[in-house]
């Protein structure tokens, strides 16, 4: 039967495919004994849903070595799923319980797991306490089979893509998507500006989050159509309807194509103010996508990202390579890498293990906070960017920066990076350029430190929309406050692009509301010239500057900002954005 749903609309574009549900819960199962001369059949399903699995893991292995990017961690990632799949405690202890106690084969196997993780939640050791999670999943996909729902990666039609169904995904289960070929995803919870939204336009593939109930409603390889622009998803669709999505989805890939004349244009208004338009990016591999639409270089390199899905921190070498091979995929651009911004929604598999529970984690130790705290990890991560300096334009954009002792210590660290590299005689860029990110709105309020002591400044909008309007950008209840056109949000905006420009600082920004064209000529009249975003959004947001008048938006968005009345207010963007 055919029903839809309506969520958030995180990431635009239209995608039709078959459901791939993913859970983190053990799947609930029936529990029954089977008669004495069935057993053998019963042990039979479950040798028979082992080597499913096992033939499943190899097509995604496949699957994944012919896809884009690295996929050596994801491949690894199979592995270690093959090798649980053929331990004697999951591939033999269930078959005794299905000789010994004829158990029906999902039991056992459940039986089995609970006894497993039972020992593992006892383990001292952070990291292998974390592989649980790893067995579980296991598990789930031998339930999957055994319950009918066997996943057909392989059978799938020509045109249809893998639409991940999940009540919840974390950044670091969204980044793995860059490893596999993924038409879109649904979530039951999330906001609009969480980190796994981000990551979903980044990805440019259709989201739509908060659907509260999609992953209990939706069966495996159910057809979907996910709507990503307007929030919809629709569940097992009409012939008509279908119909009707697939050409729609023509026409937008049509425009997207139709964009790509602008790729070599110069970014200039009608009244030939150049706006500088660069990119926001998660992993190296990302600078493909960088360079197929030419921006003028990264804007934002959200570091952590690299920090994610792995048991350990990587090294000061590793992430070296990791930030020269930007660097020198954009010769002559600037690369701006930001320092950690650990916590909140983005955490580690051993920040996860060790956490204590943080009650408001977005008002915890996050960024900057938790790299004062961890000055070891923070100086590997400031030597390895150092190092990257000397292969072309580094720039260090530290967040979450409110205090000027924070601005402080982070100087001072960064002098003791120098220092040590310099007696290793490691050649570096002695005057790299530092920034803070103003997404604390004290530190938009009191920019004076920043403007003394720092060279440049980006506004990170998400942040600064969540602590200004005091809501959780991951709270989908809360995500009809989320407003980036509240009076204050603006005001806070322009009054840091205006300080900026008076103390000569370069400012720009890097928030979601860079990439959003309904608000390109607004951020215009505020006197913002440079612009971050997902490489997806950036050749949009070129048309709306070629399209717009610099020094007319200047008058205009003044007035507009000393409007208090929402209602006035939009109508005086909408006017601004038809003229
Ligand atoms: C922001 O807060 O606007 C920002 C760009 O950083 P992040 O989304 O990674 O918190
Ligand atoms: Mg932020």
């Not at 000789?99 to 084969?105: L, Q, S, T, V």
């Not at 899905?309 to 091979?325: K, V």
């Not at 390109?520 to 505020?526: A, E, K, N, S, V």
């Not at 490489?535 to 007319?552: H, R, T």
Request: charged residues 25%; proline residues 4%; glycine residues 6%.
């Amino acid at each position: 039967m055919s029903f839809v749903l309506h969520g958030l609309a995180v990431s635009p574009g239209i995608s039709i495919g078959r459901a791939s549900l993913i859970s983190h819960a053990t799947l609930e199962v029936a529990q029954y004994q089977v008669k004495e001369r069935d057993v053998e059949a019963e042990l039979a399903r479950f040798d028979a849903a082992l080597g499913a699995v096992r033939s499943e893991l190899d097509t995604l292995k496949i699957e994944a070595g012919a896809s884009l990017g690295a996929p050596a961690e994801l491949s690894a990632f199979v592995d270690l799923h093959a090798m649980i799949l053929t331990d004697p405690l999951l591939a033999e202890v269930p078959r005794q319980l299905i000789r010994e106690r004829r158990c029906n084969a999902e039991w056992a196997l459940v039986q089995q797991l609970e006894q497993i993780t039972a020992q593992f939640d006892e383990i001292e050791d952070a990291y292998l306490r974390e592989r649980k999670q790893d067995i579980v999943q296991v598990v789930e996909r031998v339930l999957r089979v055994l319950l009918g729902h066997r996943r057909k990666l392989s059978r799938r039609g020509r045109d249809e893509e893998l639409i991940i169904v999940a009540h919840d995904l974390s950044p670091a289960d969204t980044i793995q998507f860059k490893k596999l070929k993924i038409g879109g995803f649904v979530t039951d919870v999330g906001g609009a500006t969480s980190h796994t939204a981000i990551v979903a336009r980044s990805l440019a593939i259709p989201a739509v989050v908060g659907l509260h109930h999609a992953r209990s409603l939706i069966q495996e390889d159910e057809l979907l159509i996910v709507d990503g622009t307007r929030g919809v998803l629709i569940v097992a669709p009409d012939q008509r309807v279908l119909e009707e999505f697939r050409l729609r989805k023509a026409e937008l890939e049509l425009e997207r194509s139709k964009l790509q004349r602008l790729k070599t244009a110069h970014a200039v208004t009608l009244d030939g103010e150049s706006i500088d338009l660069s990119v926001n990016i998660e992993l190296p591999q990302d600078i493909d996508k960088v360079r197929e639409v030419d921006a003028d270089g990264v804007g934002l390199f959200r570091t952590e990202f690299l920090f994610m899905n792995r048991g350990d921190s990587p090294s000061e070498d590793e992430q070296f390579e990791a930030y020269r091979s930007v660097v020198k995929a954009l010769p002559g651009k600037p690369v701006t890498i930001r320092s950690l911004d650990l916590g909140a929604d983005k955490v580690t598999r051993g920040m996860r293990a060790a956490a204590r529970i943080e009650t408001n984690p977005a008002l915890g130790m996050r960024a900057i906070r938790y790299c004062l705290a961890e000055p070891q990890l923070f100086l590997v991560q400031l030597r390895a960017i150092l190092r990257a300096s000397h292969y072309g334009r580094v720039r260090l954009l530290v967040p979450m920066l409110a205090h000027a002792h924070e601005i402080e210590q982070t100087l001072v660290m960064l002098s003791l990076a120098k220092t040590q590299l310099a007696e290793a005689k490691v050649k570096f860029d002695e005057r790299i350029e530092v920034g803070g990110m103003i997404e604390i709105p004290a530190a938009a309020l009191a920019l004076g430190p920043f403007l003394k002591r720092l060279d440049f400044l980006s506004i990170g909008t998400n942040d600064l929309i969540q602590y200004t309007l005091a809501i959780d950008r991951t709270d989908e209840s809360v995500a009809y406050l989320y407003d980036p056109l509240h009076p204050a949000v603006l005001r806070l905006i322009a009054m840091t692009i205006a300080a900026g420009r008076r103390a000569g600082l370069p400012v720009a920004v890097c928030g979601e509301m860079a990439g959003d064209p309904s608000l390109t000529r607004l951020l215009l009249g505020m006197g913002l010239t440079q612009f971050s975003m997902h490489p997806a959004q950036l050749l949009e947001i070129k048309q709306q500057v070629m399209k717009s008048d610099y020094s007319l938006l200047r008058g205009r968005v003044a007035r507009l900002l000393r409007q208090d009345d929402p209602a006035r207010l939009l109508g005086m963007l909408l006017k601004l954005n038809a003229a």
